[in-house]
């Protein structure tokens, strides 16, 4: 606004001083001059004949700026976000941080757009005395509360519970799984009348993204038990013999907790074929694997043993024995009823607008993995994101920004299925790729 626009409505202002739309567009007019004349003239308004919250939500701020945070709080009333935004600053300007933290909470939780992380991390600081030797007290502001137990959950995460619910599809292989893995930790005393023991192992294969971690933390969601997500570099170490030990550690750590799920992902790195290797200690480490599989020394019962690989025919075949990973189940892609099934899962929890059809979704996306349809409804969000921002309001996901979403995910999986076609078709001893061989055929990649 000009200095003669400004001019102009100041002495309009003059000859109607109680027209309210007039003297808020003055306010504006000084404050965004910079003028700090413009908390004068919110002198003759009341929050009563203030109606829009944007409006009082200025005013306040305006007052705040001026330092009158009584009035300002008086404007501040209200449940609309852009209020309780204003409120949580006059609260804080007050030393009322509790409050402060209350109506700052609420404004976010109502609209997301308004999050401010300054503003949030100045309302959690906590108050400290410090005193050096005989020196001045001094109080210090901080949000440091990091202790020893903080910094162990942010190292190792707790992840939340997972169950065979959490995952879409795959409902032949939920079966196989619930029928010969998790009815035997249910119902011990029936299996040992028959002399079959809980525990032992499963190799899951398949593309990359189809669910195989998923389903290893399902399957310990379903048995109530303990899940050890063992990663590569939990395993592997650079001095001769320590991989063999890490590895016996972790064994005895599942034995000693039963019942275990043991996860170990990108299997092939811990049980290559060791005709191909060029480093006996890695020849040690896959013999050290299969030692503690067989478990001859100790007792592996309750003891269940998940892995998961995108290139079996990388493995080991003696992990292929009976009593080792003696089960072998393929992963594929999810079908058109999964797809449908896995989008609601995914959009389930998220701001969605009514309308969105996960089965017209599905048909677009065959050969999708279950990591591509997250891919696609995280896209889709971050479309979301910037119109809320645009908007400065909430803007849920919708169909719209899924189909638009569509035109930038691509399928993963079919690198993969080329490859596994291959070795179905010319390496399939013991006809251990047939599952592959009969998905490429029903869908109509063989």
Same mark, same amino acid.
């Given at each position: 606004?000009?200095?003669?626009?400004?001019?102009?409505?100041?002495?309009?202002? *003059?000859?109607?001083?109680?027209?309210?739309?007039?003297?808020?567009?003055?306010?504006?007019?000084?404050?965004?001059?910079?003028?700090?004349?413009?908390?004068?003239?919110?002198?003759?308004? *009341?929050?009563?004949?203030?109606?829009?919250?944007?409006?009082?939500?200025?005013?306040?701020?305006?007052?705040?700026?001026?330092?009158?945070?009584?009035?300002?709080?008086?404007?501040?009333?209200?449940?609309?976000?852009?209020?309780?935004?204003?409120?949580?600053? $006059?609260?804080?300007?007050?030393?009322?941080?509790?409050?402060?933290?209350?109506?700052?909470?609420?404004?976010?939780?109502?609209?997301?757009?308004?999050?401010?992380?300054?503003?949030?991390?100045?309302?959690?600081?906590?108050?400290?005395?410090?005193?050096?030797?005989? /020196?001045?007290?001094?109080? $210090?502001?901080?949000?440091?509360?990091?202790?020893?137990?903080?910094?162990?959950?942010?190292?190792?995460?707790?992840?939340?519970?997972?169950?065979?619910?959490?995952?879409?599809?795959?409902?032949?292989?939920?079966?196989?799984?619930?029928?010969?893995?998790?009815?035997?930790?249910?119902?011990?005393?029936?299996?040992?009348?028959?002399? &079959?023991?809980?525990?032992?192992?499963?190799?899951?294969?398949?593309?990359?993204?189809?669910? &195989?971690?998923?389903?290893?933390?399902?399957?310990?969601?379903?048995? &109530?038990?303990?899940?050890?997500?063992?990663?590569?570099?939990? $395993?592997?170490?650079?001095?001769?013999?320590?991989?063999?030990?890490?590895?016996?550690?972790?064994?005895? &750590?599942?034995?000693?907790?039963?019942? *275990?799920?043991?996860?170990?992902?990108?299997?092939?790195?811990?049980?290559?074929?060791?005709?191909?290797?060029?480093?006996?200690?890695?020849?040690?480490?896959?013999?050290?694997?299969?030692?503690?599989?067989?478990?001859?020394?100790?007792?592996?019962?309750? $003891?269940?043993?998940?892995?998961?690989?995108?290139?079996?025919?990388?493995?080991?075949?003696?992990?292929?024995?009976? /009593?080792?990973?003696?089960?072998?189940?393929?992963?594929?892609?999810?079908?058109?009823?999964?797809?449908?099934?896995?989008?609601?899962?995914?959009?389930?929890?998220?701001?969605?607008?009514?309308?969105?059809?996960?089965?017209?979704?599905?048909?677009?996306?065959? /050969?999708?993995?279950?990591?591509?349809?997250?891919?696609?409804?995280?896209?889709?969000?971050?479309?979301?994101?910037?119109?809320?921002?645009?908007?400065?309001?909430?803007?849920?996901?919708?169909?719209?920004?899924?189909?638009?979403?569509?035109?930038?995910?691509?399928?993963? *999986?079919?690198?993969?299925?080329?490859?596994?076609?291959?070795?179905?078709?010319?390496?399939?001893?013991?006809?251990?790729?047939?599952?592959?061989?009969?998905?490429?055929?029903?869908?109509?990649?063989?």
């Amino acid at each position: 606004m000009d200095e003669a626009t400004l001019r102009s409505l100041l002495d309009a202002l *003059t000859a109607t001083p109680d027209n309210t739309a007039l003297r808020l567009a003055v306010i504006r007019g000084l404050h965004a001059a910079g003028n700090a004349r413009a908390a004068e003239y919110v002198e003759r308004l *009341t929050p009563t004949t203030v109606a829009a919250a944007a409006d009082r939500a200025f005013l306040a701020g305006v007052l705040l700026r001026a330092g009158a945070s009584g009035r300002a709080l008086a404007f501040a009333e209200g449940p609309e976000p852009e209020v309780q935004v204003v409120r949580a600053r $006059v609260l804080h300007a007050q030393g009322d941080r509790a409050a402060a933290l209350v109506a700052y909470e609420a404004a976010v939780r109502a609209n997301p757009t308004l999050e401010d992380r300054d503003l949030r991390a100045q309302l959690a600081a906590t108050e400290r005395v410090h005193q050096d030797g005989d /020196g001045p007290r001094l109080r $210090v502001m901080s949000n440091d509360d990091t202790d020893g137990s903080e910094v162990e959950r942010l190292l190792h995460p707790e992840q939340p519970a997972v169950t065979f619910a959490d995952v879409g599809g795959l409902d032949e292989i939920k079966a196989q799984i619930e029928k010969r893995i998790i009815l035997p930790f249910q119902k011990p005393a029936l299996f040992a009348k028959f002399k &079959k023991k809980a525990g032992g192992g499963i190799l899951m294969y398949g593309p990359p993204g189809c669910g &195989k971690t998923l389903l290893a933390r399902a399957t310990a969601g379903q048995c &109530k038990a303990t899940f050890l997500n063992i990663a590569i570099e939990d $395993v592997l170490d650079m001095y001769i013999g320590e991989s063999e030990r890490k590895l016996h550690t972790l064994f005895e &750590k599942a034995r000693a907790s039963t019942p *275990t799920v043991m996860f170990f992902d990108e299997l092939e790195a811990l049980a290559g074929k060791r005709q191909y290797s060029r480093e006996g200690t890695s020849s040690k480490l896959v013999s050290q694997f299969l030692s503690e599989m067989d478990g001859f020394a100790q007792n592996n019962a309750g $003891v269940l043993i998940l892995a998961a690989t995108n290139v079996p025919w990388a493995i080991d075949p003696a992990f292929r024995r009976p /009593g080792r990973f003696d089960r072998v189940l393929f992963v594929p892609p999810p079908d058109k009823a999964a797809r449908a099934q896995i989008l609601q899962i995914l959009l389930a929890g998220r701001p969605a607008a009514t309308g969105i059809d996960p089965a017209a979704l599905a048909t677009r996306t065959s /050969g999708f993995s279950g990591a591509d349809l997250e891919n696609l409804v995280d896209t889709a969000a971050d479309r979301a994101i910037a119109a809320s921002l645009e908007h400065n309001t909430e803007v849920p996901i919708d169909q719209g920004h899924l189909t638009a979403a569509l035109g930038e995910i691509k399928s993963t *999986t079919i690198e993969w299925l080329t490859t596994a076609r291959n070795y179905a078709r010319y390496s399939n001893e013991g006809g251990q790729y047939d599952e592959v061989l009969e998905f490429l055929r029903r869908h109509g990649k063989s």
